[in-house]
């Protein structure tokens, strides 16, 4: 069964305090693994897909990076706007098609002004 | 805005009651996958369609069902609703689940409270 674990549960920082969240996994055979952004009692909002060891992703004051065990979303100077609950999840595969996202259950990130 | 829509947006009913959440993915994708989240279990998977046909079931209750229909929009059936059903019921919709770059995009869900 893949597994995804993410810490730390929140995370409070102040505007421009730079950080990073971190997402750890056991899947038989990493096949991509996606960042999402989720506001309060809204859907998560596809943020970036990582493939392979190394690869990195950036997104405005986000960037994404990928091991063989885990990923990191770095913040670099965050505002109050990127306050949200970022999760993190992988595809788990049957037949070679993906079935199902198995999340981790987010970071709570709160910016204060 | 992912693409993806969800109706309706809030419902409040009684245990023991029966409710449809529908679904309409994005233009071009055939596969719609239905997730619950509440506050102690996080996103779990529920159930996914591709192009009509169920492909795959996740913790999905017996009480729980779902389908997809010819123009590919979905519904989840909830019936003999309990207290602890109430939770945020999400749809997401990918376009070709054999890419291993298959993307989901998400709808704003559908928050249901069971009183």
């Known amino acids: 069964e893949d597994q995804v674990t993410q810490s730390p549960e929140a995370l409070r920082l102040q505007e421009g305090e730079s950080s990073s969240l971190n997402c750890s996994y056991t899947v038989s055979g990493l096949r991509g693994l996606f960042w999402y952004r989720q506001d309060p009692g809204k859907g998560p909002e596809f943020l970036f897909t990582?493939?392979?060891a190394g690869e990195e992703k950036e997104k405005e004051r986000l960037k994404a990076t990928l091991t063989k065990k885990e990923s990191f979303l770095h913040i670099t100077a965050p505002k109050p706007e990127d306050s949200a609950t970022y999760l993190c999840a992988v595809p788990s595969f049957r037949g070679g098609s993906n079935y199902k996202l198995t999340f981790g259950k987010g970071t709570l990130l709160t910016v204060n002004p | 805005d992912s693409g993806v829509t969800q109706t309706p947006k809030h419902l409040i009913t009684a245990t023991g009651q029966r409710v449809t959440l529908r679904c309409s993915p994005r233009?071009?994708?055939?596969?719609v996958y239905w997730y619950q989240q509440s506050l102690d279990q996080g996103l779990q998977f529920l159930i996914q369609y591709y192009n009509g046909e169920e492909r795959a079931k996740g913790n999905i209750l017996e009480r729980f069902s779902a389908q997809q229909f010819p123009d590919l929009h979905s519904e989840l059936n909830l019936s003999s609703l309990e207290l602890g059903d109430s939770a945020l019921y999400f749809c997401?919709?990918?376009?070709?689940?054999?890419?291993?770059?298959?993307?989901?995009?998400f709808g704003p869900g559908t928050r249901l409270t069971v009183l």
């Open positions: 990582l493939y392979s």
């Open positions: 997401a919709s990918s376009v070709d689940p054999g890419s291993s770059g298959d993307t989901q995009y």
């Open positions: 233009s071009g994708d055939l596969s």
